[in-house]
Each structure stands twice: as structure tokens, then as C-alpha cells.
């Protein structure tokens, strides 16, 4: 079996939910099990790993943002039970981008002090993405330190809720408004944002991952591309930055029509396998891995960096042996 790396798994810190009743009332939404997953850093987190065949898990906070000073309180507290288990976890930092330089001072300490690999963040801040210069301090961060950024899909601002709402039950709208549709067309545009920004430009060796899948841009990427070059002059265009800056992650999605469109678009060198535990067990995900190798989508050294080489050599990690 080969070793296998995952990027987007989840934990939650009981000093982060405290720090906000809305954080705290969204993981109170949660079903008993998963929380009790969520808040597992120890054995029962490596007994899972052992059950789905990962060798290393990144770990990363789920949702919300939290104050600085409550985020190096977790990510301490997170880089204590990684302490534990060096060779089977690994963190991205958790970082306050309502607070872009708070933020680039932890992502800095968190990677030359803890030992972290990058950070993961949220879609956006109060409905504001980070196309606005404001927070281009931490993209220049995490360019300067070589290590990358992933941006994670997240519920929607107070003010973009109503867009959902429609003639029928607001769950629905709520389903709508995240994992049903919203948490992956919001993530799509907001790497459309970055690129029109010129973010790119400014920062030509800036890495940044999206999960599941590529959030919908792989089938529409080929029409975009095109539409794109009638936009602000760039020096790299859309495609080149696809190619080179953008790097995506099976997580939470185990079907293989998705991945063969995932791959008709992308450099298997950019395709990372992940779960999105515990949101998705790993059992999931090992079945979705053999379901892979015997459909030959991916085969030989391809899925060698699919399952762990693109991860060690994006983040600088290496994958435990079987």
C-alpha cells in the first residue's frame, strides 16, 4: 500500500470556541460524534489514520476565526500534540485574516518556531475576499517563508444569506448557501478575484491549494480561460497561473467522474489526495484510493505524487512507510 498524505483534516480547540458565541453555537450544530472527533488530538485521531491508511495528517482548525491571541493559544496547543505524534501529524496554522499583519506575525512564528507547513484559512471575512490589497501582507508571508496557503470554504456573511432564501424551506437556503452549492462556487470565484487582482502578478511563486476537487473550476476552467484575456492585462495569464500557483485536493469528494475532469485540466503534479476528516471518515477515502488504482485513472508514479509525493515535496513533509 502506498503511504498516504492528507491536507485537509480538521480539529477544534475548546479555547477557540470559547472565544465567540457564534463559533461556539455553529459547533453545537455538529453531531455529538464529530465534535467528539474534532476535539481528538491523541489515540483515537491515529487509530483513524491507521483505519484509512494515512501516514500523515495536516492538521488544520475548522471553522471560524478567532483573535490573534486566542489563535497562538491553539496553534501552541496544537503544535504540543503534534509534538506527540511527529511522524503521523503536521499543522497548518490558524491566523486572524480580519488582521492581516497579526496574521503574517503567526504565520511566521507558527513556520519557524512550530515547525508548521502553512496555514488554512476561510473563504472570505465578513463577505469580504481577499482580492483587496489589505490583505496581501499574508499572501507576501507565506511567499517569503515558501510555504502555502489553503483557502477553505466557509458559511456565508449575515449579508449574503438572503440571496439563498427562495419558495422553500430556509434549510434549504441554508444547505444552498453552504455545502449544497455556495462553500464551492464562493471558493472558485474568490481564485478567479485573487488572479484579476493581479495577486499574482505581485506574487508570481505564491502557492495556493483549494479542496473538492478544484471548487467547480475544472469543468468551467476552459471556457474561463479565454473570457479572461478580455479582462485587466495581466503579465501571467489565467492559465499559467493555474498551471503553476494553484494546487487541488480530493477532499470530501470520492467519485471518479469528478477527478477524471480534475485531471483533464490540471498537472497531476498539482493533485493531492485528502479526506476532509472528520467530516469524511478515512475509510471513505482509502476506498475512494483503491476504487482509483482499479479504475487506472491514475497509475505507476503518478499515483505515487497523487498519494503522497506532491504533498512532501509542497510542504516540505515526508510520508511514513506502510
Known amino acids: 500500500m502506498l503511504p498516504l498524505i492528507t491536507l485537509e483534516e480538521h480539529y477544534s480547540s475548546p479555547k477557540v470556541l470559547e472565544s465567540s458565541k457564534h463559533i461556539g453555537a455553529l459547533y453545537n450544530n455538529f453531531p455529538p460524534h ?12 491515529i487509530q483513524d489514520l ?49 488582521q492581516p499583519a497579526a496574521a503574517a506575525r503567526e504565520l511566521t512564528r507558527c513556520v519557524r518556531e512550530l515547525g508548521f507547513v502553512g496555514a488554512l484559512v476561510e473563504n472570505h471575512v465578513d463577505g469580504q475576499f481577499y482580492d483587496d490589497e489589505r490583505f496581501w501582507p499574508v499572501f507576501e508571508t507565506a511567499q517569503d517563508l515558501d510555504v502555502p496557503i489553503y483557502i477553505h470554504p466557509c458559511f456565508p456573511a449575515e449579508n449574503m444569506v438572503d440571496y439563498y432564501k427562495g419558495n422553500y424551506d430556509d434549510s434549504v437556503a441554508v444547505a444552498l448557501s453552504a455545502y449544497g452549492w455556495s462553500w464551492h462556487s464562493e471558493t472558485g470565484l474568490h481564485i478567479l478575484r485573487l488572479f484579476a487582482s493581479g495577486l499574482f502578478d505581485r506574487l508570481p511563486r505564491l502557492k495556493i491549494i483549494i479542496g473538492h476537487m478544484g471548487e467547480l473550476l475544472p469543468f468551467q476552467i476552459e471556457r474561463i480561460i479565454p473570457g479572461s484575456q478580455r479582462w485587466v492585462k495581466r503579465e501571467r495569464g489565467l492559465r499559467e497561473v493555474w498551471r503553476n500557483n ?66 512532501e515535496k509542497l510542504l516540505g513533509v515526508k510520508a511514513r512507510a506502510s
Open 50 to 98: 491507521d483505519r484509512g491508511k494515512v501516514s500523515l495528517q495536516v492538521v488544520s482548525h475548522g471553522p471560524g476565526e478567532a483573535p490573534p491571541s486566542v489563535c497562538t493559544t491553539a496553534n501552541d496547543d496544537l503544535a504540543a500534540a503534534i509534538s506527540k505524534n511527529p511522524t503521523r501529524l503536521a499543522g497548518f496554522a490558524m491566523i486572524t485574516m480580519s
Open 246 to 311: 494553484i494546487w487541488v485536493t480530493t477532499s470530501g469528494m470520492f467519485t471518479i467522474p469528478p477527478l477524471a475532469c480534475l485531471l483533464q485540466t490540471t498537472s497531476i503534479d498539482h493533485v493531492l489526495y485528502s479526506i476532509d476528516y472528520p467530516f469524511s471518515t478515512t475509510e471513505m477515502g482509502l476506498k475512494f484510493v483503491e476504487e482509483i488504482e482499479k479504475s487506472g485513472l491514475i497509475v505507476g508514479e503518478d499515483l505515487e505524487k497523487f498519494a503522497f509525493r506532491n504533498a
Open 34 to 45: 464529530m465534535l467528539h472527533k474534532l476535539n481528538s488530538l491523541g489515540d483515537e485521531r
